[in-house]
């Protein structure tokens, strides 16, 4: 099932299931919840990042080449951080790049998006996939200038600006992705791969960082936790790529679909 959140014909926001026709087939009990629908097939004026998430928890330094591409040590333990509610933008809508407290160094970040079903406490590898509902694509969208530099050691600032975090377009459940450790996942820039590795390249896997995150710790329904991402950022290239006003920013992840954004000016 591919699960969207989208605005009907009058405006009104609905989450349902998405049909082969292009319907949604609404569910009864809104979202996050059971996946029972009314039967009621709506058509969709414009989709909307399919979930607005209870938490986001992000996961850096999670790919082993992504790691000898910053120079890092591989971490001992999962690299958490979080990004706050305001950086949730749908799919199609402008990554804004931040004017008013300004960064000249703003980077894409191809990331697969876990989505938490059900209320996870303590979670043990063998049964941590167990409460997952499915996956989605995000953009971790980062300003380097200021996760690394100006942030005081800390990554929040840098990961928190509006529309840093792109989420959609909708979530597979996991019935769909039987293993989320292999998948092909890769960022379209301009029309030009950047990067384009496979999730099984994670130093932790899924199951690892759910049982990581949920330890002494309630991870509640629709948490979303960002897997990290590949090598291939701009920071890395050489010279560094960062996004202007008027890149396209495509997330392609195998057996979930494409996220694209435009990129503009926060002044705009």
């Known amino acids: 099932m ?3 959140r989208f605005l009907d014909s009058e405006g009104c926001v609905r989450s349902g299931a998405l049909q082969d026709d292009g319907q949604a087939a609404v569910f009864a009990n809104g979202f996050p919840g059971d996946l029972v629908t009314t039967g009621e097939l709506v058509p ?16 850096g330094l999670n ?7 910053s120079g890092a040590r591989v971490p001992e333990y999962p690299i958490l951080f979080v990004k706050t509610p305001n950086t949730l933008q749908n799919p199609g809508d ?4 931040p004017v008013h407290l300004a960064s000249d160094e703003v980077d894409y970040e191809c990331e697969l998006a876990v989505v938490i079903g059900r209320e996870c406490r303590n979670a043990s590898r063998e049964n941590a996939l167990d409460y997952v509902l ?9 300003a380097r200038d200021w996760q690394i530099r100006r942030g005081g050691s800390q990554w929040c600032r840098g990961k928190c600006f509006d529309t840093f ?8 459940t996991a019935d769909k992705i039987p293993n989320p450790n292999e998948l092909a996942i890769k960022t379209i820039l ?16 899924v199951p690892a960082l759910i049982e990581f995150l949920s330890g002494s710790t309630t991870l509640f329904p629709g948490t979303v936790i960002l897997t990290g991402t590949p090598h ?7 010279p560094p790529v960062w996004l202007q006003p008027g890149d396209s920013v495509t997330i392609e992840i195998e057996k979930i679909g494409q996220l694209t954004n435009p990129v503009a000016s926060e002044s705009a």
């Open 44 to 59: 969709i004026a414009r989709i909307l990042a399919p979930i607005v998430p209870a938490a986001i928890l992000g996961i």
């Open 190 to 205: 301009n029309g030009n791969e950047v990067q384009s590795w496979n999730t099984n390249d994670m130093i932790f896997d």
């Open 94 to 97: 402008p990554i804004l790049l």
């Open 63 to 69: 790919y082993r080449h992504h790691a000898a591409e």
């Open 134 to 142: 499915g996956y989605t694509c995000a953009n971790d969208v980062s």
């Open 232 to 238: 291939g950022v701009g920071m890395a290239q050489k």
């Open 165 to 172: 975090c792109p989420l959609g377009p909708w979530i597979v």
């Open 2 to 4: 591919k699960i969207i």
